[in-house]
């Protein structure tokens, strides 16, 4: 199947294309990157250039798998809503252009408040901007009457992620001989590798037949402060001290897992040992 994916230079994207991809791929970033992949037809342009969309919907493709999202970490209303008009155009154009499924990442942001188990028909409560515009996005998705997949992704973590990350700021601490101080050490998420998310995207691809919303998460809830822990025993840095978490948002994956038989593989030690691994490989 001739694929298009958005954002390959991005956190999930470079962990994406390491997966296998049956058929042609190409990919559409706004600057040339690196790639150790010879088989990808590499595309340059902004989502805001008419003329790149144009000539993406030429090339007639058959699937698009959208992470693109620009400006991340920054959730404030105005670029959330630059992104979703940029998104909902690009989609338009790759629909009328006769593209046959959509796949498109969401977030574990639009459950809002919870600290619960939820599963993909959950509603979220106390839902942040950043999260009702990826809904608003994936209502416009559900109105068009195309198969799609929705990747709902939890707390992604690992190489390429943003330089003000929790892990880079623990790691950056530690290198200085001290642990990194949390605002608050005891608040939990739900950390997914994000090789485990690029699978579970690879996955669901190939299984014929699954679309719908998918939750991409680990199922635990694991503390802030649990998380410097493992960066600064890794370091032989001292320990904080009152880590237990709260309770918190967490993925109930039943649905991904009967559909593909995707379960996560890595937990949050091998996970945090991984990332140090590549920040030491790659720092200079």
Known sequence: MKTLITGPSGFIGKSLLNQKFDGEIHTLSREPYNSDRKDIHQHYGDLHDKDILKKIGKLKFERVVHLA?????????????LNFNLSKHFLECLIDSGVREVNVS?????????SELVDETTSGVNIGDFGETKLELL????????????????????????????LMHAYRSAKMGSSFIARETRDSRDFI??????????????????????????????????????????????????????????ANYNKIEQACG???????????????????????
Not at 69 to 81: A, C, F, H, S, Y
Not at 148 to 153: A, E, K, L, S, T
């Open 193 to 250: 590798f994000v090789s485990d998310v690029a699978r579970a995207i690879s996955m669901l691809l190939q299984t014929k037949g699954a679309f719908g919303v998918f939750n991409i998460g680990s199922g635990k809830s694991i503390s802030i402060g649990t998380m410097v822990n493992i960066v600064n025993q890794e370091m032989n840095v001292p320990l904080l001290t009152d880590v237990q978490g709260l309770d918190s948002l967490k």
């Open 139 to 166: 209502d416009y998705l559900e109105s068009q009457h195309i198969p799609f997949r929705w990747f709902r992704i939890f707390y992604a973590y690992g190489p390429y992620q943003h330089n003000n990350s929790l």
């Open 69 to 81: 999202w620009q400006g991340l970490p920054v959730l404030t209303p105005d670029n959330n809503r």
């Open 262 to 284: 995707w379960t996560p593989t890595i937990d949050i030690s091998e996970g945090v040992s991984r990332f140090l691994q590549w920040v030491v490989m790659n720092e200079n």
């Open 106 to 114: 969401g977030s574990c942001l639009e459950y809002g408040a919870l």
